[in-house]
């Protein structure tokens, strides 16, 4: 990590909550003249943090990447008022088809289920973003860069817990709205709304309602289905204690 220094600041954990809760972003590919080419794109992440995109081939982008797979993509807070005060990140790395399409599919459509029916178009893939590095700025002596496996969620050892995370979304969902409601109001301060999961991985998972999405960290890191239960159950309890 280089930059200003920031004391105890966690610009890892910044740049985690960034590529977790945006839903769009700037994705800036290179034209065959050398220049940069900037496109505003929908973006989800795939369980270890990496920026997945659903883009049609006869996007202009697509066809810059498939020129030089080199990109970067913008992400910010969207912070009201002063749009500067808020946190951005330009990540930089090299994109290609994501190999697991379906797990793609699964995690971008639940972050744009109105994306679905493009999904299905015979020109349109999902892609996936294997990054090298992020420039974060988040305000006044809070500029630094670091290196992918920085930021970026292991996976290792978390393949029951990665396997396990389709249907745990779902026996969230439908069986304890009532605890994930309160995981958004009571743990993360959102305002009350319709609040579902997302996506689940070792250090926590996404929530959203409407067009709103949250990141909640576990705390401690899981890998097994047992240990996602045990700590859902925990968050459950400390967020009705916290609303009472």
């Not at 590095?133 to 670091?146: E, M, N, Q, W």
């Not at 319709?194 to 991985?201: C, I, N, V």
Request: charge should be negative.
């Amino acid at each position: 990590m280089s930059g200003e220094a920031a004391g105890e600041f966690d610009a890892a954990g910044a740049v985690k909550r960034l590529l977790r809760e945006a839903r769009t972003g700037a994705l800036a590919t290179l034209e065959a003249d050398g220049h940069p080419y900037a496109s505003l794109v929908q973006v989800a992440t795939l369980p270890d943090g990496s920026p997945v995109l659903l883009l049609s081939g006869l996007a202009r982008h697509t066809s810059n990447l498939k020129g030089d797979p080199r990109v970067s993509l913008m992400l910010d807070e969207r912070r009201l008022g002063d749009e500067l005060q808020g946190s951005r990140v330009s990540l930089k790395g090299r994109i290609a088809t994501a190999p697991d399409q379906e797990l793609a599919r699964r995690r971008f459509l639940a972050r744009h289920p109105d994306a679905t029916g493009f999904a299905g178009f015979r020109d349109f893939a999902f892609y996936a973003i294997t990054l090298e590095s992020a420039h974060l700025v988040a305000g006044f002596g809070r500029i630094l860069d670091l290196d992918a496996e920085e930021f970026l969620t292991a996976l290792d050892g978390a393949d029951e817990l990665i396997a396990a995370e389709e249907s745990a979304i779902a026996h969230m969902n439908a069986d304890h709205a009532d605890a994930i409601a309160l995981y958004a109001t009571a743990l993360l301060g959102a305002p009350s709304g319709a609040w579902r999961l997302t996506g689940l991985d070792p250090e926590g998972c996404d929530l959203m309602s409407g067009e709103l999405a949250r990141r909640l960290d576990f705390g401690r890191r899981v890998a097994s289905g047992a240990e996602l239960r045990a700590v859902l159950v925990e968050l459950a309890t400390r967020a009705r204690q916290t609303a009472a």
